[in-house]
């Protein structure tokens, strides 16, 4: 079973608007939740994180909301640019064991379009 | 720029060979995790290490075997690699409130 959930393979924008990329979730324990950000043949960068307890989180360009009743999050970016052309992993951590794990979502692709 | 590496970054082996990936880390960080990623998965937990020689498995631990007798190297063993196998590792230290710092990755495949 899938506890975080991208369901947008990829979603393509054009420059200088708004991204919208989007997650959905199941369990309620999740303490924090954290976007990644992956280029082609590097490792994931963290790019944004928001806790539990909080509704917004916002970092320059980008912004995340957390929706607890839907279990849902969004990450937008505004305005987009050509080098936020990449994957996005959302993901969810969980304390066990006195160490956060993380447990990911699928990614989305985006796509800028100049 | 977290300081891990990964060795060797490309890979290429036959069914049933043993194959060992290196993750080195220069932050002294105490946890430490080795992922894979494949397309329509995100990515999943293999097994982590809390200290030296204190390990655990994570979601998809069968078939691999894991190391850790340096604080700073944490190796990923498979024993008798299979073509299911075949996927990018990736390996990452713990930070704060739940981020972890990624080393570039191993291509694998199993062929």
């Known amino acids: 079973d899938q506890q975080v959930k991208q369901n947008s393979p990829s979603l393509s924008v054009q420059e200088g608007r708004i991204s919208i990329l989007n997650c959905d979730y199941t369990n309620s324990m999740f303490d924090y939740f954290l976007w990644y950000k992956k280029y082609p043949a590097e490792g994931p960068t963290f790019l944004i994180s928001?806790?539990?307890i909080k509704d917004k989180n916002e970092d320059g360009r980008f912004t995340v909301f957390l929706n607890k009743s839907a279990k849902h999050l969004s990450l937008h970016i505004v305005p987009s640019q050509p080098g936020d052309s990449a994957v996005y992993f959302c993901a969810a951590s969980v304390l066990r064991d006195s160490n956060y794990q993380l447990i990911w979502g699928a990614g989305t692709k985006l796509i800028i379009k100049p | 720029d977290a300081g891990i590496t990964q060795s060797p970054r490309h890979k290429v082996t036959e069914t049933g060979t043993p194959v060992t990936l290196r993750c080195h880390q220069t932050?002294?960080?105490?946890?430490m995790y080795w992922y894979r990623q494949d397309p329509g998965h995100g990515l999943r937990l293999i097994h982590y290490?809390?200290?030296?020689?204190?390990?655990d498995k994570g979601e998809v631990s069968d078939g691999y075997s894991v190391s850790r007798s340096k604080t700073e190297d944490f190796l990923l063993t498979l024993e008798s690699a299979t073509s299911s196998q075949t996927s990018v590792y990736f390996c990452?230290?713990?930070?704060?409130?739940?981020?972890?710092?990624f080393g570039p990755g191993t291509r694998l495949t199993v062929t």
């Open positions: 928001i806790s539990s």
């Open positions: 932050e002294n960080h105490r946890y």
């Open positions: 990452a230290i713990s930070g704060v409130r739940g981020q972890q710092y």
């Open positions: 290490s809390y200290g030296v020689k204190d390990t």
